[in-house]
């Protein structure tokens, strides 16, 4: 990368983190805190909820404060966050330790990036797409003195705050929304949206047991004539009057508005075709399906010609054509849905109204003129409401662009001043590189000599407890080092390397011994609070 901004270097994520691969029994750390898939929020970098150990059974993966939690289950979904405190999670969840060149919420903002999402969804295309450490460890960061993360994130910090803020005002706007709908059908109803009609309005308000006058309470089967449908499925004698024509079913009648981009034909006579016709201002009512589709509708407009409909659909046909069929749709959506609750049947997987019930739904009835104006002011209001949306929907769309330009910006060096006095990455990832490498010569000079002296060791001088071999050694040693010197190795019994083991996982609990994976072993050592 020839751009490179000054001071910043071309490495990957493997080479600035690595991974904690240590794992547990839950039912031996059964109140440490835990945080499961379920628990971090999708691209928010939140956690939602935080349990115990004790409330699950399968092995977790151990974490501790600072460590970078990164869900490698469904990638996509980009659940990473840095963990507040020390404590187990879901074996999903991948323990990302940042090492001494980056910070871990450089490592985070970094890792949410969609650059990073669109690589990780190149590495496992399947129904439940998992990656491994190995895997993302190959992807390519270029990485800014370590002083620059600092005010890089400090940066991002302060900005994505107000975007923050701004997201979580607008994600009111769809609740407050379908309120003011709800609100101006409750209006709408009670004769109150149109008291300015009446000649003596009143500050009272009404509701549909104490209706404006000229208001009545009639059944739906009194003011329209209801039609059941054809029914699909059954066979029918070959015949040369059969036509074919569309039919609208359950998935087509949606509440407040009609599905017409899947609609089915079906062979009819012509009776049936002539009986079963679909005319404009037909009001459609579901039979049933899942709970929140009985009643459900809406009015036909006459969008497709020749349609019928399946006999799970109702046809509700108004006796007086002048009346508004919608303000009997829109009643039957907003205040019928209790009315069909309450008086269909519910099975294990399907709920049903009959067309009795559906026939003596009671509706309040104003004046048709009334009804006229009462629908032309719900939907007056409703377009301004359907307009808000839409601006609403722009609105977070712009966010998130905001959002990512910022992103953007900041992890290609344009977002905060570059210092010439700062380390620069290259010079950091190399000392850090070389320090690694030293420890390592001298942690192998180590491990020869206590190979050597182990081998001296008498039986009766074994030592007799772990403490004891680390103080000896004083720094990093192999876990079957440990073992051998308290006459723990190959051929030993059972009980003896339970026994070792139980030691280890006591003084890890205890704080008093500290691991770290190398290779295909792991090496110990004691913590500050055991050198006390």
Not at 442 to 451: F, I, L, N, Y
Not at 473 to 484: C, D, I, K, L, P
């Amino acid at each position: 990368m020839n751009d490179l901004p000054k001071g910043w270097a071309e490495t990957n994520l493997g080479q600035i983190t690595r991974h904690r691969r240590e794992k547990c029994d839950p039912s031996s750390v059964p109140e440490a805190s835990f945080i499961g898939l379920e628990d971090i929020e999708a691209h928010t970098s939140r956690i939602l909820r935080v349990g115990k150990a004790s409330e699950v059974r399968s092995q977790v993966s151990v974490f501790k404060e600072g460590d970078v939690l990164y869900s490698r289950l469904r990638p996509y979904l980009n659940k990473v966050v840095v963990a507040p405190f020390d404590g187990v999670a879901s074996a999903e969840v991948l323990a990302i330790v940042p090492n001494e060149v980056t910070i871990a919420d450089f490592v985070m903002q970094r890792i949410k990036m969609q650059d990073f999402l669109n690589f990780t969804a190149l590495l496992d295309k399947g129904d439940r797409p998992r990656v491994s450490f190995d895997e993302i460890a190959t992807f390519p960061v270029i990485l800014p003195p370590l002083a620059e993360q600092k005010r890089i994130v400090a940066k991002l910090d302060t900005l994505t705050s107000s975007t923050v803020r701004a997201r979580a005002a607008l994600n009111k706007i769809p609740a407050l929304v379908e309120k003011y709908k709800s609100r101006i059908l409750d209006m709408a109803f009670s004769g109150e949206l149109t008291k300015d009609l009446r000649l003596k309005p009143s500050n009272k308000k009404v509701d549909v047991t104490d209706l404006p006058t000229g208001w009545e309470i009639k059944l739906l089967e009194d003011i329209s004539e209801i039609q059941g449908g054809i029914q699909v499925g059954k066979k029918r004698r070959f015949s040369s009057d059969l036509v074919s024509v569309p039919y609208l079913r359950v998935a087509n009648v949606q509440r407040g508005w009609l599905k017409l981009n899947e609609i089915k034909t079906i062979e009819v006579t012509h009776l049936e075709k002539e009986r079963l016709l679909l005319r404009e201002g037909d009001i459609l009512m579901n039979e049933g399906g899942d709970r929140d589709k009985l009643g459900r509708g809406w009015v036909w407009e006459g969008q497709i010609s020749d349609c019928i409909h399946q006999n799970h659909v109702f046809r509700i046909r108004l006796k007086d054509c002048s009346f508004p069929s919608k303000f009997v749709s829109h009643y039957a959506n907003e205040k019928g849905q209790r009315y069909f609750f309450e008086q269909g049947t519910q099975t294990t997987n399907l709920a049903s109204v009959s067309k009795q019930k559906i026939a003596t739904l009671p509706i309040p009835v104003p004046p048709r003129d009334e009804a006229v104006e009462i629908v032309r002011r719900i939907e007056s209001t409703f377009a301004w409401l359907d307009r808000v949306s839409v601006e609403y929907a722009a609105a977070s769309k712009q966010i998130a662009v905001l959002e990512a330009s910022i992103f953007q910006a900041a992890f290609r060096g344009r977002i905060v001043r570059q210092d010439p006095n700062d380390e620069t990455a290259l010079m950091l990832l190399n000392r850090v590189e070389t320090e690694r490498n030293s420890v390592q010569a001298k942690s192998k000079s180590r491990r020869k000599t206590a190979t050597r002296s182990q081998k001296s060791v008498k039986v009766g001088e074994r030592m007799e407890n772990l403490i004891d071999v680390l103080k000896v050694n004083g720094n990093w040693v192999s876990a079957s080092e440990a073992a051998q010197a308290l006459g723990v190795g190959n051929g030993s019994p059972s009980d003896a390397v339970e026994r070792f083991y139980n030691e280890l996982r006591e003084h890890l609990q205890n704080g008093l011994v500290e691991v770290e994976r190398r290779g295909h072993e792991d090496w110990l050592r004691l913590t500050s609070v055991s050198k006390r």
